[in-house]
C-alpha cells in the first residue's frame, strides 16, 4: 500500500495542471477548456470565480470524483509529485485520493455520512491506505481530531455527524482528509456554508496545519478578503477558463484582463474590506450560450470585433499571464480612449 | 427506545378496537343466516332456537359485541361453526405454515430483489439497468397463479425435481419441509423482488448522489465499500421499513399460492371459513391478520428509528 504514496519532488510542483478540458456528455462545447495552474509544496494557489464557472468539476476532475460515464476527458496533461497523472486511470487515482492528495468540500452538513461514528468514519480513511489496525487508526483519529481543535476527542469519536455543529463537523472533514499527511490538499469553499466567525476559525487552522506539514493548497474561493489573506497565487476563472493568473500580489496590484479588472475594482488593494465576487455586470454564459472567442466578451466593456476569435495568452512575468486579445492593460486603455 | 415502543403500543390500541367494531359490525350485516347454516335441511325450530341461545345471537348486538370483545381479550375468540374447534387453535395450527411460507418467499424477496436494485442504480442508464427493469416489471406483471402452475408443469411433471404440492411440518423433517416450499415461497417472491427492486434502485439513486458518498470516495475508499457501506446503509432505511409492510402483505396474500400449491395454510383457513359461512372463525382470521399488520407495521417503525442514529438519540 505504502508505494503508492508519492515523495514530494523538491524542484518539481505537488501539481502541475499543464492542460486540462472537458465537457460534459451530451454538450457540444467544453467546460473547461485549456485549464493551466500549478502549486508547490507549502504554497496556496487561490482559484476565484464566479459560480458555476467551473472550480469544482476541475477539482473533482483532477481527484478523479466526476462519474466516467458523465464526462468526456478532451486534454488532461497533469502532473502530480513530478510523475505523469492520468485521469482516466481510476484504480491510481484512487490509491492517491485521502492518502496524497485530499479534499474538503462547500457543505460540512452533509459531506459526513450520518449512519456512522466519526471516529470510524476517519480510522476508515487510515485504514484504506495502511495496514494500520483498527487500534492504530483509532489513535490515528484521535490525535487528529485534537489536532483541528475538537476537544475531549476521545469522546466526540463516538458521536454522530448529527451531534456536531457546522463548524465542528467542517473540522471532522479536515481531519479526515488529513489524517494520512497529503502532499496536497483542495478546499472547496470550505467556509462559505458556515457563520462568519467560524469562517475565520477554519481558514486559520487549514493555514496553521498547512505551515506544519508543508502540503500544497488549492483554496476555491469566493472571497477576495480571503485570497488577500492567504493566496500565494490566484488563477482567476472565467466561464472554465483561466483568464488570468499570477502570483497575489500581481493580481490585486496589476490585473491585466478585463474580468479581473472588473473584479479588484472595488477592492482596494491588498487590504480593505471583504467583497464577493458579484461587481461585474450580466452573467455567466451557459454552455449553450457560449461565445465563440473570448468567453467574457459578452460582458466585457472593452469587447470589438476581435474578440469573436480565441484571445492570445499573454504573459507579463513572473508567471503572471492573462487571455485576452488587448492585455497589457496599457493597450486596451489607449484603445477605448 | 422502550417508552418509545410503549406509546407506539399505545397508540395501536384504538386501532384495534377500531377494526374490531369493524369486523363484528361487518359479520352483522352480511347477509346469510349461519345458524339456518348448521341447522341442516330440516330446519327444526327447536335446533333453531337452541342454536340462537348458544352462540348468544338473541342479545342486542352491542352486548354481543362486548361479549365477543371480552372474550377475544383473554385469547378466547369462540368456537368454529363447522368444526367445532377453538378458533385459535385452528388459527395456531394453521398460521406457522403460511408463516414459513411467507419467511421463505420473503428471503426470495429480498435475495433478489435488493441485489438486483443495487446493481440497477449503480449501473443506472446501462443495458443491466435496462434488463432488470424490464426483468421486474414482467416479475410484477405475471400473475402468480400462471407463473405457479408454469413451474408446477416445468419443475414438477417434466423434470420430477420437486413435489407439486403438499406440505411438510418443519418440525418433523426440516430440509424435507423447505424443499416441499420452494416453489410456492419462489412464485410468492418474485412479485415481491420486483416492488423491492424498484425501491432499492430508487433509495439507492438518491443515496449515490448524497455528499458523504462523495466524501467516501474522496477517501480513497472501493467502490464496493462506497456502495456497499457508505451508500447502502442509508438506503436501508426504506428498504427495510417497506420488507416489514410487505411480510405482512405476504402472509394476507398467499391465499392463491396456497391454493395452488395445496398448502394447508392460513389462506385454506379463509377459503373454507369465508365459503362454510364460519364467522367466529372468519372474525378470528380478520382479526389475527390485523393485529399482525400492526405488529409489522411497529416493527417497521422500530427498525425505522432503530437505523437512524438521529432518531436513536432522541428516542
Ligand atoms: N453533472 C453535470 N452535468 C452537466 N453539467 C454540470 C454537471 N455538474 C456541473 N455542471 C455544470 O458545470 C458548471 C460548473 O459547475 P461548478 O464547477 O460546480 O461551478 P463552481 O465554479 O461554482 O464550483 C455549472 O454551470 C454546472 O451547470
Ligand atoms: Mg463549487
Redesign the interface.
Known sequence: MVETLVEPDAAAPVLDVRDLSLRFRGFDRDLLSGLRYSVRSGETLCIVGESGCGKSVASLAL?G?LPP?AVEIGAADVRFCGEPLDLGDQARL??????SM??I?Q?PM???????RIGDQIA??VM??SGATPAEARERAVAMLRKVGIPAPEERLNE?P??LSGGMRQRV?IA??LVNDPALLIADEPTTALDVTIQAQILDLIRDLQAETGMATIMITHDLGVVAEIATDVAVMYAGTIVEAGPVERIFNDPQHPYTIGLMSSVPRLSGPRQRLTTVPGTVPTPQTMPDGCRFSTRCPFARPVCATDPPEREFGAGHRALCHFAPLETMLERSA | MLSFILRRILIAIPTILLISVFVFSLQKLLPGDPVLAMAGEERDPEVIAFLREKYRLNDPIPVQYAHWVGNAVRGDLGMSLRTNQPVLELIGEKLPVTIQLATMAMIFAMGIGIPAGILSAVRK?TVTDYVANVVALSGLSIPNFWLGIMLILLVSVKWQLLPASGYVPFADDPWRSVQVMLMPAFVLGTALAATLMRHTRSAMLTVLT???V??????????RRVILK?AF??ALTPIVTLSALLFGELIAGAVLTEQIFTIPGFGKLVVDAVFNRDYAVVQGIVLVTAVGFIVMNLLADVAYVL????LR?QT
Open positions: 481527484m470524483l460515464t484512487r490509491s492517491l485520493r485521502g492518502a485530499a479534499m468540500f457543505e452533509t459531506s459526513l455520512n450520518p449512519a456512522f476508515e480513511a484504506a491506505h454522530y448529527h451531534q472533514m479526515m482528509a | 442508464g448524497s455528499d458523504y462523495r466524501t467516501a470516495r474522496a477517501k480513497g475508499l472501493s467502490e457508505h446503509r442509508n437505523l437512524n442514529p438521529r438519540s
